[in-house]
């Protein structure tokens, strides 16, 4: 039992560069959040998922894409890097036990965009 | 719109210290709270859930406790350790299924 993973776990991109975050998680979790951490900012919530195959826009989605099209996986895209992209991204997921919740992450993602 | 805070922005205390993390957020009407780690450069570790109908949560050396009428949460840590220097970030649940809102962390340094 992985929990959830990330890959890659660094990348550096120059600007206008596309490339895609893959988050996958074994726990049969319905729910799916990607975020970003900046520092002094805490973290963010850009794109979201209830379930395989739908997604929502979350706090901060501008310049990025997700995909939700098996329950296990959730992609996040950037079409044209910009250098304000630069950050750590972190996956989680999450499934309702019972009346409780807890969200898991992944290990994060590095992103340099020159 | 839900926001979170979380008072002070850096601690530094000697081992063997307890102390005291805050936590508060603007909107009474959440779901659950949640206490994580992190470790520089490294991913969100979960220490503590509670539950909206729940006063607090014990594991080992910590507590946490919840006010949910004031909006506000604490995380108690008795005698503390070099080991548990990190971030502790702070997160509310609104609703069922809905995303965690995080505050920006109390990073803790223990000294020996």
């Known amino acids: 039992n992985a929990g959830v993973t990330q890959t890659p776990k660094f990348r550096v991109l120059k600007t206008g560069q596309s490339m895609t975050l893959l988050c996958a998680q074994d726990?049969?979790?319905?729910?799916m959040y990607w975020y970003r951490q900046d520092p002094g900012m805490g973290l963010r919530l850009i794109h979201y998922?209830?379930?395989?195959?739908?997604?929502a826009k979350g706090e901060v989605p501008d310049g990025y894409n997700v995909s939700r099209l098996k329950k296990q996986n959730f992609l996040l895209g950037l079409e044209s890097a910009a250098p304000s992209q630069t950050s750590v991204y972190f996956c989680?997921?999450?499934?309702?036990?019972?009346?409780?919740?807890?969200?898991?992450f992944g290990p994060g993602t590095r992103l340099l965009v020159l | 719109k839900q926001e979170v805070t979380q008072i002070p922005a850096a601690l530094s205390v000697p081992e063997g210290e307890n102390l005291v993390l805050n936590c508060s957020f603007t909107?009474?009407?959440?779901?659950?709270l949640q206490w994580f780690r992190q470790d520089p450069g490294k991913g969100l570790t979960s220490l503590l859930l509670?539950?909206?109908?729940?006063r607090e949560q014990t594991s080992g050396r910590l507590n946490a406790s919840l006010d949910k009428s004031s909006g506000r949460s604490t995380l108690y840590i008795a005698a503390s350790q070099p080991g548990d220097s990190a971030t502790y970030l702070c997160?509310?649940?609104?609703?069922?299924?809905?995303?965690?809102?995080f505050g920006k962390g109390t990073t803790l340094s223990v000294s020996s």
């Open positions: 509670i539950q909206s109908s729940q």
């Open positions: 726990m049969n979790h319905e729910y």
């Open positions: 989680a997921s999450s499934a309702l036990a019972g009346t409780v919740e807890t969200q898991y």
């Open positions: 998922s209830v379930g395989e195959g739908t997604t």
């Open positions: 909107d009474s009407a959440i779901y659950n």
């Open positions: 997160a509310v649940r609104p609703q069922a299924g809905t995303a965690l809102i």
